[in-house]
């Protein structure tokens, strides 16, 4: 059985950085492509960055030169890295993922979301 699990959420202050990661765990699991979205209250859920697993990454306007998507394929874990945070990114933010096992594709995976809140 795989599981994916995001950490990393929290309060921070306008301007202020936080780190949210993604990872897989289970004998034999792996991560293929990945992408980060995000849902604010009354809004549709929205990718905000994807990282393929070669490395190539895409972001949304809004965040692109804030944000950085990154992986670490040890780990099993990407990484999303948010400077210069502004209150309109507050949101509940989930990671999407391709699981694979040993090496062949598994299934699509969404995380149980992590709030993030950006407010002085």
């Known amino acids: 059985q795989v599981q994916l699990v995001e950490c990393g959420g929290g309060l921070v202050q306008p301007g202020g950085s936080l780190r949210l990661s993604c990872a897989a765990y289970?004998?034999?699991?792996?991560?293929?492509?990945v992408g980060w979205y995000r849902q604010a209250p009354g809004k549709q859920r929205e990718l905000v960055a994807g990282?393929?697993?070669?490395?190539?990454?895409n972001y949304a306007d809004s965040v692109k030169g804030r944000f950085t998507i990154s992986r670490d394929n040890a780990k099993n874990t990407v990484y999303l890295q948010m400077n210069s945070l502004k209150p309109e990114d507050t949101a509940v933010y989930y990671c999407?993922?391709?699981?694979?096992?040993?090496?062949?594709?598994?299934?699509?995976?969404w995380g149980q979301g992590t709030q993030v809140t950006v407010s002085s």
């Open positions: 999407n993922a391709d699981i694979t096992r040993w090496g062949a594709h598994y299934r699509n995976y």
């Open positions: 289970g004998s034999g699991f792996g991560l293929n492509a």
């Open positions: 990282i393929t697993s070669g490395g190539s990454t």
